[in-house]
């Protein structure tokens, strides 16, 4: 195997190598898989707890971010919604739709991290796992016909017509993602816009952080960068550290962005959106005039979750344990401005450790179409080594996907050295 050349070399056995490793195979090319993880696809397990939320019904150019979407539409267009579900239906996974979010009728990831790797074997796909990739280049002077990419690792060298970076971004590494693709994306003259976590919890400034931690409440975070406002409505969830829950994380890349270019991020919290400002003081008043001899803390019981509830209170200059009847009209309509624009500074994210995307990457400028470099011709750039990153809803993975598809395809059409397999069961 080591000195064969192969029509394409995949760096990285994740969701988008395996796509450019099947629609390379079937169209007749010879394909080897490089994995430095014990077994392919070991980040897909893990995704959407267990389920992977594979792609989404609602599509909308806002749930991509990076440098320039318009870049990335046609990718996506290439191999949309439709066939992915196509696809998977084909391999072996019966899509089952959730509040336009789609998973495996089975809901567990297993099955599509193992009908990807079924549908390699039975197109003849070689893989070698647990091989770390120490280093790669284009040794133009091995074949009069051709330039060949080489792969170095610590079992040998891997040869092959084209290659494809498929090594993931720094997002949870210890399912594989390390960064090391984006080094070898650099060593062949490419630009990298710093990589940064995305989907990820936000750290926030304030010591009452410690005592709310674990408590969960519908709201909506509103980040402020400057004039810019992003903002999700959801579940929040409070934690030592600062703020959580998939709003926040909807917006954590902007944060990330924006803290690493040294601007001030703060999170203004709405913690109850039921009831308009003027209407949850009138609330708040109500309770303290019907609750009269009860504590303050008792009279806000049931309104927000307790612990809530007592922070609130001592950050609004409110007594928790003084009767109601010390407070009035202005002090409820203070209270209810206090809940309904809770602002914390924001100060930093947690690391890629915890994060479930990663932003930046090789600019999609930088690429054709097909994810071909412009620099070097037979180098594919695929999934999260591009910098192209979703939303929480299976846009990542959908963007895997269509950015695999797009470079097997094209490899399979230059690079094939075999007939066409037949694709359908």
């Known amino acids: 195997m080591k000195n064969q050349v192969f029509d394409t070399v995949v760096i990285g056995g994740g969701a988008s190598g395996l796509t450019a490793a099947i629609f390379a195979a079937r169209k007749g090319s010879r394909v080897l898989v490089l994995e430095q ?99 790669v280049y284009c040794d133009k002077n091995k074949q009069s016909d051709g330039p060949v990419f080489v792969a170095e690792t610590e079992n040998g060298v891997y040869r092959g017509k084209s290659m494809v970076l498929a090594t993931g971004g720094k997002a949870s590494p210890v399912h ?19 990589p940064l976590p995305a989907i990820v919890q936000l750290k926030a400034e304030g010591k009452f952080f410690k005592t709310l931690a674990g408590v969960r409440t519908d709201g909506r975070v509103t980040l402020h960068i400057g004039k810019d406002m992003y903002s999700e409505e959801g579940e929040l969830l409070f934690a030592a550290y600062g703020i959580s829950g998939i709003p926040v994380m909807q917006v954590s890349r902007y944060a990330s962005v924006a803290l690493y270019e040294k601007k001030s991020v703060t999170a203004e919290l709405d913690l109850f959106p039921a009831l308009e400002q003027a209407e949850l003081g009138e609330e708040i008043a109500r309770r303290f005039r019907m609750m009269k001899d009860n504590t303050t803390e008792e009279a806000l ?25 010390a407070y009035g009209k202005k002090e409820a309509a203070a209270l209810a401005e206090y809940i309904k624009h809770f602002t914390v500074k924001i100060t930093d994210t ?60 094209k490899i399979g059409g230059t690079y094939a050295s075999h007939s066409t397999v037949e694709t359908k069961h």
């Open 37 to 135: 993880k014990d077994k392919l696809c070991k980040k897909i397990y893990a995704t959407g707890n267990g389920k992977c939320n594979f792609t989404n019904k609602d599509w909308q150019p806002a749930y991509f971010r990076g440098s320039d979407f318009s870049l990335a539409k046609p990718v996506l267009c290439a191999f949309s919604l439709k066939d992915t579900l196509a696809f998977f239906k084909e391999i072996g996974v019966y899509p089952k739709e959730r509040n336009g979010y789609y998973y495996p009728a089975s809901e567990q990831a297993a099955s599509v991290a193992e009908s990807l790797v079924r549908e390699t074997k039975r197109l003849g796909v070689e893989y070698v796992t647990g091989v770390k990739v120490s280093r």
């Open 176 to 194: 594989g993602s390390d960064g090391s693709g984006y080094s070898f994306a650099k060593s062949f003259g490419h630009t990298v816009i710093s």
């Open 301 to 325: 019981a049931g309104l927000c979750n307790h612990k809530l509830n007592y922070v609130l209170l001592q950050l609004c200059g409110l007594e928790p344990t003084k009767k109601a009847s």
């Open 350 to 409: 947690n690391g890629f450790e915890q994060a479930q995307a990663c932003a930046g990457g090789v600019p999609l400028s930088e690429l054709t179409e097909s994810m071909e470099s412009k620099l070097v011709p037979g180098l594919f750039i695929t999934g999260e080594l591009a910098d192209i990153d979703g939303t929480c809803g299976g846009y990542n993975l959908q963007w895997a996907w269509s950015s695999g598809a797009a470079a097997g395809k």
